[in-house]
């Protein structure tokens, strides 16, 4: 069974940084795509970040130049890194992975639980 599991969410103020980080689990051996989606409080789930596996990136129109997402593909690792923080940046970010193969099946789609980002002074 495959597991993604996130880390780094916080309270941070406007301005500020904070890196998110997600590992996958579980005898994989491909993930073809990486990213990041949030969910505002009262607002539907939108795509923050997205990474395939050569390593070609796409983002939110609202976050371009202030995060970067990058992928281990060896760890089977995906982050987010976010600089100059806004409050309208306070979400839930939840990372995703598709096309996850592993000896016994391949998931087309796996998601992990989520970690609060707080942007406010």
């Known amino acids: 069974q495959v597991q993604l599991v996130e880390s780094g969410g916080g309270l941070v103020q406007p301005g500020g940084s904070l890196r998110l980080s997600c590992s996958a689990s579980?005898?994989?051996?491909?993930?073809?795509?990486m990213g990041w989606h949030r969910q505002a409080p009262g607002k539907e789930r939108e795509s923050v970040a997205v990474?395939?596996?050569?390593?070609?990136?796409g983002y939110l129109d609202s976050v371009k130049g202030r995060f970067t997402i990058s992928r281990d593909n060896a760890k089977n690792t995906v982050d987010l890194q976010m600089n100059s923080l806004k409050p309208e940046d306070t979400a839930i970010y939840f990372c995703?992975?598709?096309?996850?193969?592993?000896?016994?099946?391949?998931?087309?789609?796996?998601w992990g639980q989520g970690t609060l980002v707080t942007v406010s002074s």
């Open positions: 995703y992975a598709n096309g996850v193969s592993t000896r016994l099946q391949t998931y087309r789609e796996v």
């Open positions: 990474i395939t596996g050569d390593g070609g990136t």
């Open positions: 579980g005898s994989i051996f491909n993930i073809d795509a």
